[in-house]
């Protein structure tokens, strides 16, 4: 039997899980899981389920419609490895772990390339047996290279994310514009704090007893795009910024690959610039 990921946001109203269990049980579908969500202040209503059985996607989704509100969305999806580009400049820790955890098979993923502005990790990349590729910016203008960057992207079929494992270049409306909703970034601070360069050293100058990391979707907003997934650690008075620098490696790749598994398992829904994460 097939499995199927059917994912659902629309105006709430009264009845409607009811009203999806009932197409799934007129479809003889098995209820593997379900989760649902209402935000009250805005009247949206969330639902993800597992269904398994024989189905032709196209006439359930047009089924499950006539039962919802007008402008629902409604998203059938068959699991499957998800294909994602790994963008990079020169720390490793981030990428290191994203490239263990997919050799083990812990991610839903196929790793097309890892695209870098540095040829510094290629080394590292070449153990794992991914393409790397080095689009140096040094004497180019951003725009430009960010055109080459796109056109390398645009070269492989069917990109559904592309991760920036410390990419640590401000990307421009263009590039952002031309992957919407597809570029999963990690932030070394627990947002909406220390927004921007060098966080770890703002955190120092503040006098903070926790830091922490956030992975979030990139909009045109620097580090203010719908968050992922987050996750702190304690310090004291005695951490210099830089021990709080290298603690915080460890929470930045944690963070960024729960926020990536979660993507590629269909669990994140965007919207108002915030997230239901089932």
Same mark, same amino acid.
């Given at each position: 039997?097939?499995?199927?990921?059917?994912?659902? !946001?629309?105006?709430?109203?009264?009845?409607?899980?009811?009203?999806?269990?009932?197409?799934?049980?007129?479809?003889?579908?098995?209820?593997?899981?379900?989760?649902?969500?209402?935000?009250?202040?805005?009247?949206?209503?969330?639902?993800?389920?597992?269904?398994?059985? &024989?189905?032709?996607?196209?006439?359930?989704?047009?089924?499950?419609?006539?039962?919802?509100?007008?402008? &629902?969305?409604?998203? $059938?999806?068959?699991?499957?490895?998800?294909?994602? @580009? @790994?963008?990079?400049?020169?720390?490793?820790?981030?990428?290191?772990?994203?490239?263990?955890?997919?050799? /083990?098979?812990?991610?839903? =993923?196929?790793?097309?390339?890892? #695209?870098?502005? *540095? !040829?510094?990790?290629?080394?590292?990349?070449?153990?794992? &047996?991914?393409? *790397? #590729?080095?689009?140096?910016?040094?004497?180019?203008?951003?725009?430009?290279?960010?055109?080459?960057?796109?056109?390398?992207?645009?070269?492989?079929?069917?990109?559904?994310? $592309?991760?920036? /494992?410390?990419?640590?270049?401000?990307?421009?409306?263009?590039?952002?514009?031309?992957?919407?909703?597809? +570029?999963?970034?990690?932030?070394?601070?627990?947002?909406?704090?220390?927004?921007? &360069?060098?966080?770890?050293?703002?955190?120092?100058?503040?006098?903070?007893?926790? @830091?922490? /990391?956030? =992975?979030?979707?990139?909009?045109?907003?620097? %580090?203010?795009?719908? +968050?992922?997934?987050?996750?702190?650690?304690?310090?004291?008075?005695?951490?210099?910024?830089? %021990?709080?620098?290298?603690?915080?490696? %460890?929470?930045?790749?944690?963070?960024?690959?729960? /926020?990536?598994?979660?993507?590629?398992?269909?669990? @994140?829904?965007? *919207?108002?610039?915030?997230?239901?994460?089932?």
């Amino acid at each position: 039997m097939n499995q199927y990921r059917v994912l659902i !946001d629309a105006n709430d109203e009264k009845g409607l899980v009811h009203k999806v269990s009932n197409i799934f049980f007129n479809y003889n579908l098995n209820i593997l899981s379900n989760s649902e969500f209402v935000d009250k202040e805005l009247n949206k209503f969330f639902m993800r389920s597992v269904v398994e059985g &024989a189905i032709n996607k196209k006439e359930l989704g047009v089924a499950i419609n006539t039962v919802l509100p007008e402008n &629902a969305s409604v998203k $059938i999806v068959e699991p499957k490895k998800k294909n994602i @580009i @790994i963008m990079v400049t020169k720390e490793l820790h981030a990428l290191g772990d994203i490239l263990i955890r997919h050799e /083990a098979g812990e991610l839903e =993923a196929n790793i097309l390339a890892v #695209i870098s502005n *540095y !040829d510094k990790l290629e080394s590292l990349v070449g153990k794992f &047996a991914i393409p *790397y #590729i080095s689009i140096s910016h040094e004497g180019v203008e951003r725009e430009e290279h960010e055109k080459k960057i796109i056109e390398c992207i645009n070269s492989y079929e069917d990109v559904d994310y $592309i991760v920036l /494992a410390k990419y640590m270049r401000i990307l421009t409306p263009r590039f952002v514009e031309a992957f919407e909703d597809k +570029i999963l970034n990690i932030h070394h601070s627990f947002l909406p704090a220390f927004i921007g &360069a060098n966080p770890y050293k703002q955190a120092y100058e503040r006098g903070v007893k926790i @830091i922490g /990391a956030t =992975a979030h979707f990139v909009n045109n907003n620097l %580090d203010e795009g719908p +968050i992922i997934a987050q996750e702190v650690i304690h310090v004291n008075h005695a951490y210099s910024w830089k %021990d709080m620098q290298r603690s915080g490696k %460890d929470v930045e790749k944690v963070v960024l690959s729960r /926020a990536l598994k979660l993507a590629l398992e269909d669990r @994140i829904f965007v *919207y108002e610039n915030k997230t239901v994460i089932f």
